[in-house]
């Protein structure tokens, strides 16, 4: 288990000196935890703290009763019971793709070694560069060799900071799948850093929403999905619209905000919400529709089908 009590750390793009904070929770053994928030609000130095890349300001942070300590105590920064997966890669430029990632597996059979290194390389799409060595790699391809790196070992904490966010999508869900399976196996605890909604709602059980170095939400990933306690923190994670009471036909004692799943088109029946067609796109997925309602507001909702500019429209809430 991972324990952050009244934690105060520093972070780059701060505007006071003090630090922020105070920032309390606890991860369970084998639960996946997505922290997001916007570029600058905290998320990669919170990580390293965790880790023990840097040093508290105040508080401490404990993983499965020990206390995890900073570099001012530490000859050598970092924990050996959590691995972190980060964009800023490191390998080694004198070895081999084979060798960078057999290099973690010390103390290891050569048979598991081999199996090991095999299934990684086949993951990464490295088959072919296995026996090239990686000063010579692009760094696109030097990124994937770090990550094998960081996956040859699934430690009991895994620590995610955005790690495959510039490698191409079917590679990027293989590779999610890919730890979540191995997780799951191993019993391990995840971080995952993103400022993909996305990416935070298909994997994490839980979600905590970070802004300025301070936690403004944290919960089930449902429950803070579905019920923000702001409209900042529903756009952070996904299109949101702001249902007023002159909107619903259903008695409202204030305004809610409401996801585009939320609210489906009917063709008969009692309508909650009537309204008019002002646009309508296709994403890709579904189509996105904006709607206008009797009382002047705009309401974005997700279907199936096409529906043409101008059309008087009924919806009902899901």
Do not use: W
């Not at 994937?144 to 191409?168: H, Q």
């Not at 990027?172 to 605890?189: A, Y």
């Not at 579904?286 to 096409?306: F, G, K, P, V, W």
């Amino acid at each position: 288990m991972l324990q952050l009590k009244n934690v105060f750390y520093n972070y780059p793009n701060q505007n006071y000196f003090k630090g922020v904070g105070p920032i309390n929770l606890t991860l369970e053994k084998g639960k996946v935890l997505a922290i997001v928030g916007k570029s600058g609000s905290g998320k990669t130095s919170l990580i390293k703290c965790i880790y023990g890349l840097v040093d508290l300001i105040d508080g401490e942070i404990k993983f499965n009763n020990t206390r995890v300590l900073g570099p001012a105590f530490n000859l050598i920064p970092g924990n050996e019971n959590m691995s972190l997966v980060s964009q800023d890669f490191y390998v080694l430029d004198n070895h081999t793709v084979e060798e960078n990632i057999t290099d973690k597996l010390i103390g290891y059979t050569n048979e598991y070694k081999q199996q090991r290194v095999n299934k990684l390389l086949k993951l990464l799409d490295l088959q072919v560069l296995k026996n090239t060595k990686a000063r010579f790699l692009s760094t696109g391809q030097k990124q994937r060799v770090a990550i094998g790196r960081a996956l040859a070992i699934i430690p009991p904490l895994m620590l995610l900071d955005e790690p495959f966010s510039n490698l191409d999508a079917i590679l990027n869900t293989k590779l999610f799948d890919f730890v979540l399976k191995e997780v799951k196996k191993n019993k391990t605890s995840v971080i995952l850093i993103t400022h993909q909604a996305e990416e935070a709602l298909k994997y994490a059980d839980e979600v905590a929403v970070l802004d300025n170095g301070k936690i403004n939400q944290i919960g089930n990933t449902l429950d803070v999905y579905y019920n923000p306690k702001n409209t900042k923190l529903a756009g952070l994670l996904g299109a949101y619209s702001i249902l007023n009471p002159n909107d619903i036909k259903t008695k409202l004692k204030s305004k809610k905000v409401i996801r585009p799943n939320q609210l489906k088109i009917i063709k008969s029946g009692v309508a909650d919400i009537e309204g008019q067609v002002e646009t309508c796109f296709f994403n890709g997925k579904c189509y996105e529709i904006l709607i206008n309602t009797i009382s002047d507001n705009q309401i974005l909702i997700y279907h199936s089908a096409e529906t043409k500019e101008g059309h008087a429209i009924k919806l009902s809430l899901v």
